[in-house]
């Protein structure tokens, strides 16, 4: 039996094949258990199950009402275990524990708690007012899709579990998630909230397995009626083309190398540490990092030193430790990478001002080639690879500029629109240039504030659709329009006849 099984029909099972895989926490390679590997007929199964759950069980037709004390009951759960969840959340990604207690498990349950708020308060029913046609009624029903997949990164696992299954739930569809390999563990606990939250069986499943087998599965098989994403675009493409084949509605949240812009005006004290955190927070594995940040030249020289001043205070170590701002990379593979393309910046730039090495001076126990000094290449030109790529990892590029719109024309050059940010003494300066730049996201004076009560989503190759918000809510639901002509026989007022005479 795995340590960690799949959870399939309100039940934990291990995988038909009795396969598992061995599940490590970054920071010491030391394995944390084994996990039922999910292939494409396990993910089938979990299809299934929550194919026979939204066609024949209770949950499409049980009320907002309802559904939402299910998922607010969850939440109080989640916090119940906040601890465990944390601690397992943080072991097994290499995020934070710090990041783990004040935003993982808090979000998660936020964002459970929103959506039945949702569930309550966004009619399923709502009459139109006039008519076309008269003397018809018209009103238009909300109805669930029926089987909704969620399939969810690494960076953020309990979290963008959370944020595909609770709106799905809300809405009145059934569930089917699944994690990344790396960080399984603590979307595969959803499912002990669930079993005590008395979900229905097949409401809500959860498998873990390889996206090139179970994702795909869960992209494109024909009883599934909508895939929700979160990775990166190439994958992202690839469920696309997956979920055509029964045009299968898809939301999807993707890359991201979005624009930090510091102007002459701002605090620059303060604008260097939000830069910092807006880079650097769980390694720079967020997808909307401001991973470019774009100076005014008057102040380039003085943002710099204080980037790496403050830079240089970063405590790196164990995730473990409530005092650790940077823990390992998520893996092995990621931090390769992420080396990968801090040679290339050497290349491309020259030698970073701060980084660009192993950290020493790690505890004993500590793998060192997981981990990453925050990296900073000054003097970038926006043309270049590393200010173009999505690194994922802690590197920021420092652009100069010598004007708004200068800095509006970088900002927007990439393929990529998801977050971004505007540091500035003047606020009113700071809502127009963000009126300009093309992505989902800017905080003025702020980095990374994310609220299940606001959308979030990305322009251009950063994603289709918005997650959170009450359009977070309303994606996981179709109109129905529903024409009523009142009239019931020959002598009513026929609209049609007036088109087709000689019927
Ligand atoms: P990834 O694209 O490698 O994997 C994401 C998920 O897709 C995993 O569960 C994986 O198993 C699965 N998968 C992989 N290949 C698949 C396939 N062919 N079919 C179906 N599923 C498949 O991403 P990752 O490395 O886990 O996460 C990092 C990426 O996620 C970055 O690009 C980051 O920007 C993005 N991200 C975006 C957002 C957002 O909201 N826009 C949030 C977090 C992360």
């Known amino acids: 039996m795995a340590d960690f099984q799949l959870f399939i029909n309100g039940e934990y099972v291990d995988a038909a094949s009795g396969e598992t895989f061995t599940t490590t926490d970054p920071a010491t390679e030391q394995p944390i258990g084994e996990v039922a590997k999910a292939d494409r007929g396990d993910a089938q199964r979990a299809i299934q199950a929550a194919r026979t759950a939204f066609d024949e069980g209770p949950w499409p037709s049980m009320s907002g009402e309802e559904r939402a004390a299910k998922l607010d009951k969850m939440a109080e759960l989640l916090e119940a275990n906040a601890e465990r969840f944390a601690e397992m959340e943080a072991r097994d990604s290499g995020g934070t524990i710090k990041k783990a207690t004040f935003a993982d498990v808090p979000g998660a349950a936020g964002a459970l708690r929103w959506f039945a708020r949702m569930a309550r308060e966004r009619p399923d029913e709502v009459e139109l ?43 009145g569809n059934t569930s089917v998630l699944k994690p990344a390999s790396y960080t399984s563990l603590t979307a595969l606990m959803l499912g002990e909230i669930a079993q005590e939250a008395d979900l229905p069986p097949g409401v809500l499943n959860v498998i873990a397995g390889p996206g090139g087998t179970a994702g795909e599965e869960l992209a494109s098989n024909e009883m599934v009626d909508k895939v929700a994403f979160t990775g990166s675009t190439e994958v992202g493409r690839r469920i696309m083309q997956l979920a055509s084949g029964t045009i299968k509605p898809v939301t999807l949240e993707l890359g991201g190398k979005s624009a930090n812009i510091v102007l002459d005006d701002a605090d620059l004290d303060i604008a260097a540490a939000v830069t910092l955190f807006g880079t650097f927070f769980h390694n720079g594995q967020v997808c909307e990092s401001g991973t470019r940040a774009l100076v005014h030249r008057s102040v380039y020289d003085e943002f710099v030193s204080l980037l790496v001043d403050r830079a240089g205070k970063m405590v790196i170590g164990s995730q473990m430790d409530f005092e650790t701002d940077l823990g390992p990379m998520v893996s092995r593979a990621q931090a390769e990478t992420v080396n990968r393309y801090i040679a290339l910046g050497r290349e491309e730039v020259g030698d970073p001002i701060c980084g660009g090495t192993a950290p020493d001076g790690l505890a004993d126990g500590l793998v060192v080639d997981n981990f990453v000094r925050p990296t900073i290449f000054s003097g970038v030109e926006n043309s270049a690879r590393i200010a173009q790529e999505e690194i994922f990892g802690p590197v920021l590029c420092v652009i100069p500029f010598e004007s708004d719109d200068e800095a509006v024309a970088i900002a927007n050059d990439s393929i990529y629109g998801l977050g971004g940010g505007v540091q500035t003494g003047d606020v009113e300066r700071g809502k127009a240039i963000a009126a300009r730049i093309k992505t989902g996201t800017v905080w003025i004076n702020d980095y990374h504030m994310i609220s299940p009560e606001r959308p979030f989503g990305g322009y251009k190759q950063s994603g289709i659709g918005r997650e959170l918000g009450t359009a977070g809510f309303d994606i996981y639901r179709q109109a129905k329009h529903v024409h009523t002509n009142p009239s019931t026989g020959r002598d009513g007022y026929m609209h049609f006849a007036a088109l087709s005479a000689n019927i």
């Open 129 to 171: 007012e006039g008519s076309p046609f008269p003397p018809s009624e018209n009103y238009v029903r909300y109805e669930p899709y029926g089987v909704c997949t969620g399939i969810v990164p690494f960076n953020f696992p309990l979290l963008m579990a959370c944020w595909k299954a609770g709106p799905a739930l809300a809405a």
